[in-house]
């Protein structure tokens, strides 16, 4: 590969990342491990599935099916090139009890499980709190990194100590106000 097809090669995938940023309005953002190590400890521990709505990287979806082996996780990413990169690194992490599904949260129609993770742009909060109402079964939990779901109440909103976001922790069922 020359010089020239290799740039052109990279502007290409950096193409289609910023067309998807902008179509999805969200950009996707890697999560350190620290991070989902703290997520991830907000997990119950009879919980039996886990989704990741926005799953981009793999890194949250990827660290919770390492940390969790009794839980079974979904992860969801729709922009091609972060769905790319987790794919292969689920194949390379051979995990049992993950899958990763290219598509929209959004248009999906599955169950997301006993407990959503999130860290998605704001402006794509409300989505998320209108698929869920329709989706989440009573007392599963949603847990949001950094964006609150409009609307809804959290019953815990902590302050993470691997950075400067917030967690919000919301049970369906009490999750709205009143």
């Known amino acids: 590969m020359t010089d020239l097809s290799a740039l052109v090669f990279v502007m290409i995938i950096l193409a289609l990342i910023a067309v998807y940023a902008i179509r999805l309005r969200s950009v996707p953002m890697p999560t350190l491990r620290a991070?989902?190590?703290?997520?991830?400890?907000?997990?119950?521990?009879?919980?039996k599935s886990v989704t990741d709505f926005g799953s981009g990287w793999g890194d949250l979806a990827i660290a919770i099916a390492r940390a969790r082996p009794d839980v079974r996780v979904t992860g969801i990413e729709l922009s091609p090139i972060p769905f790319a990169i987790s794919r292969m690194r689920a194949v390379v992490a051979a995990f049992p009890n993950l899958e990763l599904i290219r598509g929209d949260f959004r248009k999906i129609d599955r169950?997301?499980?006993?407990?959503?993770?999130?860290?998605?742009?704001?402006?794509?909060?409300?989505?998320?709190?209108?698929?869920?109402?329709?989706?989440?079964?009573?007392?599963?939990?949603?847990?949001?990194?950094?964006?609150?779901?409009?609307?809804?109440?959290a019953f815990g909103e902590v302050p993470m100590t691997s950075g400067s976001d917030r967690l919000y922790l919301y049970?369906?069922?009490s999750h709205k106000p009143g």
Do not use: H, N
């Not at 704001?122 to 949001?144: H, Q």
């Open 171 to 173: 049970r369906f069922g």
């Open 111 to 153: 169950d997301p499980g006993e407990v959503v993770v999130c860290f998605l742009d704001p402006r794509v909060m409300g989505d998320v709190g209108d698929v869920l109402s329709v989706r989440m079964d009573k007392g599963a939990i949603v847990i949001s990194r950094a964006f609150a779901i409009p609307g809804w109440q």
């Open 35 to 47: 991070a989902c190590d703290e997520i991830i400890a907000y997990i119950p521990s009879d919980t």
